[in-house]
């Protein structure tokens, strides 16, 4: 079965970096292409971009150019999403996600169990 | 902010339809399929309907999608408890080169 598995919350202080990791399983890591998504406390969702695990290409939201890198590890078949330069309202909830056709129009199907990311001084 | 506008709430007693809109513009519904999500409180989100009226395998077939133009909505025709949830729908928009979500909309079985 297809899962999606993040690593641990995460207490940083402002300026500092993350890096998050969504470990895959049950499916062939390659082909499919693996987004993220991030949810402040009480707030809605937030595309950020994603990541070809077969060609290594990205796609950042404009938002997060300059300031977010996906990259990946197709050996161990994980997918990482590193936030640089914290603030505190980067505070929030980070999932990755499974998108269910890897297509010009993305629909996600498999979701990590989230990992929440406090940037706080 | 989000450029696709939901209602932030709706609700209805158990067995009632409940309709949820999704109003965007020609760069995100009007020219891309649209999708929803389901997120139960504390929860990840979960795909409910996708390409507009399409339902993954195993969600009921009491939830279902529509698209006219540059809006979209989501029904939920017999409502249950377990239904009690933020909906969100979601688009590619071309304009930004870059996903969307919908502002959510909390739905509450009274």
């Known amino acids: 079965q297809v899962q999606l598995v993040q690593s641990g919350a995460e207490v940083k202080k402002p300026g500092a970096s993350v890096k998050v990791s969504c470990k895959a399983s049950g499916y062939t890591f390659t082909d499919y292409h693996m987004h993220w998504v991030r949810q402040a406390p009480g707030q809605g969702l937030e595309w950020m971009g994603r990541?070809?695990?077969?060609?290594?290409?990205?796609k950042y939201a404009q938002k997060f150019q300059g300031r977010v890198t996906m990259t990946r590890d197709t050996s161990i078949g994980t997918a990482y999403m590193e936030v640089s330069r914290l603030r505190p309202d980067d505070t929030a909830v980070y999932y990755c996600a499974r998108d269910k056709d890897s297509s010009s129009s993305p629909d996600f199907d498999f979701w990590g169990q989230g990992t929440l990311v406090t940037a706080s001084s | 902010q989000s450029v696709l506008t939901q209602p932030p709430s709706a609700s209805g007693t158990p067995g009632q339809r409940v309709t949820i809109s999704c109003s965007g513009s020609s760069s995100n519904i009007g020219s891309n399929t649209v999708n929803w999500y389901q997120q139960l409180p504390g929860t990840a989100p979960k795909l409910l309907i996708y390409?507009?009226?399409q339902r993954p395998s195993g969600v009921p077939n009491r939830f279902s999608g529509s698209k006219s133009g540059t809006s979209a909505s989501l029904a939920i025709s017999g409502l249950q408890s377990e239904d009690e949830a933020d909906y969100y729908c979601a688009a590619w928009d071309d304009s930004l080169s870059g996903y969307v979500f919908g502002t959510g909309t909390k739905v509450t079985v009274l």
């Open positions: 990541i070809n695990p077969n060609s290594g290409g990205t």
């Open positions: 390409s507009n009226n």
